[in-house]
T-cell receptor, first 117, second 118 residues
Framework: DQQVKQNSPSLSVQEGRISILNCDYT??????FLWYKKYPAEGPTFLIS?????DKNEDGRFTVFLNKSAKHLSLHIVPSQPGDSAVYFC????????????????FGQGTILTVHP | DGGITQSPKYLFRKEGQNVTLSCEQN?????MYWYRQDPGQGLRLIYY???????QKGDIAEGYSVSREKKESFPLTVTSAQKNPTAFYLC?????????????????FGAGTRLSVL
């Protein structure tokens, strides 16, 4: 039962263009979403997150969009750079009414992004 | 430098052997987690601990054991009961402090341990 899905195993983009990575979830209890970037043989690095009370969060070249009705989120990278080439994971979490996390993140399978010079 | 240290980077297990993966953090985080990553798959939660002397099973706990005797340390033992232990193992921690707001939900990861079977 895959509660968080990244349906595109890979994405190839030209340097300077926009990269759009997509993620779908099924559990309506998820209310906090994160994107991680991972290089081979390294641990994931936190990129950006969004709470379900928002529909957009921006940090430099990275923007995350959340569509709660569609249970869909996306990560936009503009402009894409060769150093962005990595595996990108989305993750989701449930928080209780007081904002205290149960501490469990559910991850998607990842999307390999390749940015060509 | 604050962070999460996993050791060793590479580990080999013989048939019937238990092996222990180390995870230490100096971020003063309350919660710690162990994940397993297989090729082409996402991270799957093995065990997690929200506080010292307490831990909970994750989605794939069979064949693994943990302890949390100190806040800074959360070692994972891969027992001989784990029939397919070859994977990349990742340790993470998070604050879980109400003072951190929603940022308490962000997990920070170590560099990982690659375990292979001889």
């Amino acid at each position: 039962d895959q509660q968080v899905k990244q349906n595109s195993p890979s994405l190839s983009v030209q340097e300077g263009r926009i990269s759009i990575l997509n993620c779908d979830y099924t559990n309506s209890m998820f209310d906090y979403f994160l994107w991680y970037k991972k290089y081979p043989a390294e641990g994931p690095t936190f990129l950006i997150s969004i709470s379900s009370i928002k529909d957009k969060n921006e940090d430099g070249r990275f923007t995350v969009f959340l569509n709660k009705s569609a249970k869909h989120l996306s990560l936009h990278i503009v402009p894409s750079q060769p150093g962005d080439s990595a595996v990108y994971f989305c993750a989701a979490s449930s928080t209780n009414a007081g904002g205290t996390s149960y501490g469990k993140l559910t991850f998607g399978q990842g999307t390999i992004l390749t940015v060509h010079p | 430098d604050g962070g999460i240290t996993q050791s060793p980077k590479y580990l080999f297990r013989k048939e019937g052997q238990n092996v222990t993966l180390s995870c230490e953090q100096n971020l003063n985080h309350d919660a710690m987690y162990w994940y397993r990553q297989d090729p082409g798959q996402g991270l799957r939660l093995i065990y997690y601990s929200q506080i010292v002397n307490d831990f909970q099973k994750g989605d794939i706990a069979e064949g693994y054991s943990v302890s949390r005797e100190k806040k800074e340390s959360f070692p994972l033992t891969v027992t001989s009961a784990q029939k397919n232990p070859t994977a990349f193992y990742l340790c993470a921690s998070s604050s879980n402090s109400p003072l951190a707001g929603l940022a308490k939900n962000i997990q920070y990861f170590g560099a990982g341990t690659r375990l292979s079977v001889l």
